[in-house]
């Protein structure tokens, strides 16, 4: 089965995980997320200077809403998004697993993988669920 976006996250090495495709600047060290051909989004450095990393897939929760109508292709409602702060310090939307009563803000979150139907095809997408505390 393939990832449904390749170039944000790959499988962690047992399967169970998601780690995501990051980049180091090496003009000014900065991790840019994502990982893309447009350089350092820090320091203006071109591509050439950036070097993938895989960061890890955890974050922590900022703030969450439930969206209940259809507002794009894809999001199929009712469906949980928030805004997480990634390993990298960076802030980001992302899609959450599940209800909302599991979530509040401030709290850890994992990236994992979930099967979701894209068209006919069935693909690997990154979803966010609450973190197994080790």
Do not use: W
């Not at 409602?77 to 959450?96: D, F, K, T, Y």
């Amino acid at each position: 089965m393939e990832l449904e976006k390749p170039d944000l996250f790959s499988l962690s090495s047992d399967g169970g995980l998601l780690d995501l495709r990051g980049g180091r600047c090496g003009a000014c060290g900065d991790l840019n997320f994502p990982f893309g051909p447009y350089g350092c989004t820090a320091c203006g450095a071109e591509p050439d200077r950036m070097s993938e990393e895989v960061m890890p897939g955890r974050a922590q929760l900022l703030t969450f809403i439930t969206i209940h109508q259809k507002l794009a292709p894809g999001i199929v409602p009712p469906c949980v998004v928030g805004e997480a702060r990634l390993a990298n310090g960076s802030i980001q939307e992302v899609m959450l697993h599940g209800a909302e009563d599991q979530y509040r803000d401030e709290m850890m979150l994992q990236a994992i993988p979930v099967e979701t139907k894209r068209g006919e095809d069935v693909v690997i997408a990154c979803r966010f669920a609450p973190a197994k505390e080790a």
